[in-house]
């Protein structure tokens, strides 16, 4: 499995972002898929999480009511919607892909993971 990140940027507090993470090679719908974050210096940390089909969604508290993880089988595509992005967002933001039907906000349950895109919120 091949995950590859777009959208990433550099944009103003209060403004919005669309992540994407486009995936190739065994059948994405079998894979639960998350999004984490990376700032220098600091851990990887989870963001948010998303089922197979869809459902039972996951979100770190630092981002819940304004992010929004989805996918779309179809595309073999998870997206992150960012909104009201803060200088705090700022890291690499990778996508993650899980074989389990289980959803995990641990790293080390994750077993396919993209290069990763820059966001950066400046003040």
């Known amino acids: 499995v091949q995950l590859v990140e777009s959208g990433g940027g550099l944009v103003q507090t209060g403004a919005s972002l669309r992540l994407s993470c486009v995936s190739s090679?065994?059948?994405?719908?079998?894979?639960?898929m998350g999004w984490f974050r990376q700032a220098p210096g600091k851990e990887r940390e989870f963001v948010a999480t998303i089922r197979s089909s869809g459902g039972r969604l996951g979100y770190a508290d630092s981002v819940k009511g304004r992010f929004i993880i989805s996918r779309d089988n179809a595309k073999n595509t998870v997206y992150l919607q960012m909104n009201t992005l803060k200088p705090e967002d700022t890291a690499v933001y990778y996508c993650?892909?899980?074989?389990?039907?289980?959803?995990?906000?641990?790293?080390?349950?994750?077993?396919?993971w993209g290069q990763g895109t820059q966001v950066t919120v400046s003040s």
């Open positions: 090679g065994r059948p994405f719908s079998n894979y639960v």
């Open positions: 993650a892909g899980r074989s389990s039907p289980v959803t995990s906000s641990r790293a080390s349950d994750y077993n396919y």
